[in-house]
């Protein structure tokens, strides 16, 4: 069966640096675009950031744009999110996604399986 599953969250100080990954496994991981989403305490989950599976193209929110990027490493079924220059803002619990289209989507509902979420603590 399909899981995702995060790692690599934490405490941290603004300004610093995490790099989060998940793992994938059950599915073709090449063939398919992988989201990264956040869900402050709180407030409703919102996009961060896709890396569409036709090219590998990349797509951010306005409010990680610069800061953050993500990768991906077909080899190791396993798709990257590094975040730096961390404000206490971006503290949340940072989730992984499949994504089911093809190029690239910001809506929740596009994502069709979800992992189970690593949490992200950025001190001030």
């Known amino acids: 069966q399909v899981q995702l599953v995060e790692s690599g969250g934490g405490l941290v100080q603004a300004g610093g640096s995490l790099r989060l990954s998940c793992a994938a496994s059950g599915f073709t991981f090449s063939g398919y675009g992988m989201g990264w989403f956040r869900q402050a305490p709180g407030k409703e989950r919102t996009f961060v950031g896709v890396?569409?599976?036709?090219?590998?193209?990349?797509f951010y929110a306005d409010s990680v744009k610069g800061r953050f990027t993500i990768s991906r490493d077909n080899a190791k079924n396993t798709v990257y999110l590094q975040m730096n220059t961390l404000k206490p803002e971006d503290t949340a619990v940072y989730y992984c996604?499949?994504?089911?289209?093809?190029?690239?989507?910001?809506?929740?509902?596009?994502?069709?399986?979800w992992g189970q979420g690593t949490q992200v603590t950025v001190s001030s």
């Open positions: 996604a499949r994504d089911r289209g093809l190029y690239g989507s910001r809506r929740s509902q596009d994502y069709d399986y």
């Open positions: 890396i569409r599976r036709s090219d590998d193209r990349t």
